[in-house]
């Protein structure tokens, strides 16, 4: 799937109607900037975009779906490999702008908490945090075995400064994480819809690294 960023920005500039378009357009503009740093591969504009696809498929289910969709569109506006604090980073940019985007307060205190929520592992409480939890992974349970390779090629090349040895025992420890958690998903929709498609995949990831290397 490639992001059509003329589509995006129309979707961004219907969320944030209440302000004028040329300022919406301008913070646009800016957030497209940081996803398209060179360095991201997977955690980009496509990315994004997959997700307010999934978001779609849930939004009569969420309680405040314009909170999670905000969320979204920031919640990995900052993303550097070698950083732990990519979430608590975006969170705070987030909160930056959307006090520009006049966003109330209490929405914005909402968002930041929701993009915590995609923190891997995280706990998350409400039914809107499970659901961007949720919608954050939901690209493992694809049934497109195509499109789960080209995504475990582009996590690759986002650690390209880690040798072949060096990212197959940390990636390998990162998809034993899902596997050990009692539920992937954490909300019952994603949990009764995907999980099993999830695990599977999972565990086809693990094989393929396992048995014939790094995707290449």
């Known amino acids: 799937m490639q992001a059509n960023n003329q589509q995006l920005q129309s979707r961004w500039q219907k969320l944030f109607s209440h302000i004028p378009e040329k300022v919406s357009a301008e913070y646009f503009n800016s957030l497209s900037n940081k996803y398209s740093e060179p360095h991201r591969h997977y955690h980009n504009l496509e990315h994004i975009a997959q997700t307010l696809i999934a978001m779609d498929e849930i939004t009569a289910i969420a309680e405040y779906p314009f909170t999670i969709e905000c969320a979204l569109w920031f919640h990995d506006c900052i993303y550097d490999t070698a950083s732990k604090t990519n979430e608590a980073d975006s969170a705070d940019y987030a909160v930056k702008v959307l006090e520009n985007l006049s966003v109330k307060k209490a929405d914005i205190e909402i968002i930041a908490n929701y993009i915590m929520a995609t923190c891997h592992p ?8 499970k659901l961007i939890h949720d919608i954050d992974l939901s690209l493992l349970a694809t049934g497109d075995d195509d499109q789960l390779l080209n995504y475990e090629r582009k996590i690759r090349r986002e650690y390209f400064q880690y040798s072949d040895n060096d990212y197959i025992h940390g990636r390998v420890g990162v998809l034993d994480g899902f596997l050990q ?10 949990r009764e819809k995907y999980e099993l498609s999830a695990r599977k995949n999972i565990l086809l990831l693990k094989e393929q690294l396992l048995t014939f290397g790094v995707i290449s």
């Open 122 to 129: 995280a706990n998350p409480q409400t039914n809107d945090e």
């Open 181 to 190: 958690c009692e539920y992937i998903y954490q909300s019952q929709y994603f």
